[in-house]
Nanobody
């Protein structure tokens, strides 16, 4: 059974930083994409960042480009999201996801339970 477990969420002031981690188990994602989506209250789930675990291709949402960095550790089957210069509008539940293909649409195959990120002004 595939499991994606997020950690690292919390409360931070605007301008601060957080690092999210997502550890995968149940299968190797070395040939897959892993990424992050987020969902704020009463809003649709949106793509944040994604990476091909085999290396090479990374995608970011325009709203986070230059502030967030996605990285991977294939040996640990883990993906990270370093979030800097956080803004109140980044407040959301952040979900880790895994999929055969890398894309911005939220129709990915595997999902974590989510971790809350709250940015105070």
């Amino acid at each position: 059974q595939v499991q994606l477990v997020e950690s690292g969420g919390g409360l931070v002031q605007a301008g601060g930083s957080l690092r999210l981690s997502c550890a995968a188990s149940g299968r190797t994602f070395s040939g897959y994409a892993m990424g992050w989506f987020r969902q704020a209250p009463e809003k649709e789930r949106e793509f944040v960042a994604g990476i091909l675990m085999s290396g090479g291709r990374i995608l970011y949402a325009d709203s986070v480009k230059g502030r967030f960095t996605i990285s991977r550790d294939n040996a640990k089957n883990t993906v990270y999201l370093q979030m800097n210069s956080l803004k109140p509008e980044d407040t959301a539940v952040y979900y880790c996801a895994g999929n055969l293909f890398l894309g911005r649409s939220p129709n990915w195959d595997y999902w974590g339970q989510g971790t809350q990120v709250t940015v105070s002004s």
